[in-house]
Structures are given as structure tokens and as C-alpha cells.
Nanobody, 116 residues
């Protein structure tokens, strides 16, 4: 079992920046994928960005050029640097961890609110 702890959400004005962090602990596979999803009221949870333990990344078109995902394998931590935030980025952001057998764990979520 693993635990994911997120931090870094908050309130920011449009055009501003935030950095989210997520640390995973417990029985961790060295090969894994970690990512960030978000969910706003009335909408389905959607992938924001993901990064494999080897470093390959994937990101939603809506955040490309603005958000950057990275990770520190030694710290079992994934980061999401969010720049040029827009009101439509407002959502609860969830950290996600996936094992080689596709077992998935989620963090508790952190609120990101972007004011116009």
C-alpha cells in the first residue's frame, strides 16, 4: 500500500504561478508512473500531466507550454509547475501513482483557484 500527500494549492490571480508537490510513501515500485489529474464541479476528472519513472512525460493539450511536470525519484516526489494560470484551470488537483500492474492510488486532492 502507498500513501500520497499533496501540497501547494491555493488562490492565485490569472497569469500567476503555483507549484504542486506530491510525495508517495509505502511499498513503492521503482518503475511507476505518477501524474496529476484535476476535477472541477460538474466535470469528469481529467489528466493534466504524467511522468514515468524513466522520465517520459505526457500532458493535456490545454496545459502544454504552461505546465511542467517533473519528478525526483530519490524523494519519491512529483511536481507540477503551473505558469500563466487561467480561471479555467480552477479545480481540485489530484496526484496519482500507478504500478507496473496498473494498480492506482490517489492523493486527497488540493484546491487550485484562479481568479480573473
Amino acid at each position: 500500500q502507498v500513501q500520497l500527500v499533496e501540497s501547494g494549492g491555493g488562490l492565485v490571480q490569472a497569469g500567476g504561478s503555483l507549484r504542486l508537490s506530491c510525495t508517495v510513501s509505502g511499498s513503492i515500485f521503482s518503475i511507476n508512473i505518477m501524474g496529476w489529474y484535476r476535477q472541477s464541479p460538474g466535470k469528469q476528472r481529467e489528466l493534466v500531466a504524467a511522468i514515468a519513472s524513466g522520465g517520459s512525460t505526457n500532458a493535456a493539450d490545454s496545459v502544454k507550454g504552461r505546465f511542467t511536470i517533473s519528478r525526483d525519484n530519490a524523494k519519491n516526489t512529483v511536481y507540477l509547475q503551473m505558469n500563466d494560470l487561467k480561471p479555467e484551470d480552477t479545480a481540485v488537483y489530484y496526484c496519482n501513482y500507478v504500478t507496473p500492474r496498473l494498480q492506482t492510488s490517489w492523493g486527497q486532492g488540493t484546491q487550485v483557484t484562479v481568479s480573473s
